[in-house]
């Protein structure tokens, strides 16, 4: 008997594989980077800061950060409607790991970037 299966199902209580599920797709922290420390920020003014993402997926990302606490969204009963996305304290509690992420990466680039055209070239260590 055959058995298919995703390896979250495995484990689908781990807080690991979980979260990193969630936040490490392509668009997820580039949306939490832009939204942060901007204050409440409209779907436009997000669309245009992250202009090589489609409408489609900013659409998506923000309804399974809304979904798991990371933003808020309000709408205005205006004409045309206003909607506006925040950040919540979940989300800003979790920046000073993306801060340490982004200076890691930032020292380490050059050395990635050297072993990865090392790996391809064939010549490696």
């Known amino acids: 008997m055959e058995r298919n299966f995703n390896k979250n199902e495995l484990h689908p209580?781990?807080?690991?594989?979980?979260?990193?599920?969630?936040?490490s797709d392509k668009w997820t922290l580039l949306v939490?980077?832009?939204l942060n420390g901007r204050g409440p920020m409209r779907f436009k003014e997000l669309s245009s800061e992250l202009d090589d993402?489609?409408?489609?997926?900013?659409?998506?990302?923000?309804r399974t950060l809304?979904?798991?606490g990371?933003?808020?969204?309000?709408?205005y009963a205006e004409v045309p409607p206003r909607v506006?996305?925040?950040?919540t304290e979940r989300a800003?509690?979790?920046?000073?790991?993306?801060d340490n992420l982004i200076k890691w990466a930032k020292e380490h680039m050059d050395e990635i970037l050297l072993d990865r055209t090392?790996?391809?070239?064939?010549?490696?260590?």
Do not use: W
């Not at 209580?13 to 936040?23: E, F, G, Q």
């Open 84 to 87: 506006e996305y925040e950040l």
């Open 53 to 62: 993402i489609s409408q489609k997926m900013l659409v998506t990302t923000l």
């Open 118 to 125: 090392k790996a391809l070239s064939g010549n490696s260590h």
């Open 70 to 75: 990371f933003i808020t969204r309000r709408v």
């Open 32 to 34: 939490l980077y832009t």
């Open 92 to 98: 800003e509690s979790l920046f000073p790991i993306i």
């Open 13 to 23: 209580d781990c807080p690991i594989r979980n979260i990193l599920n969630r936040i």
């Open 66 to 68: 809304e979904t798991d």
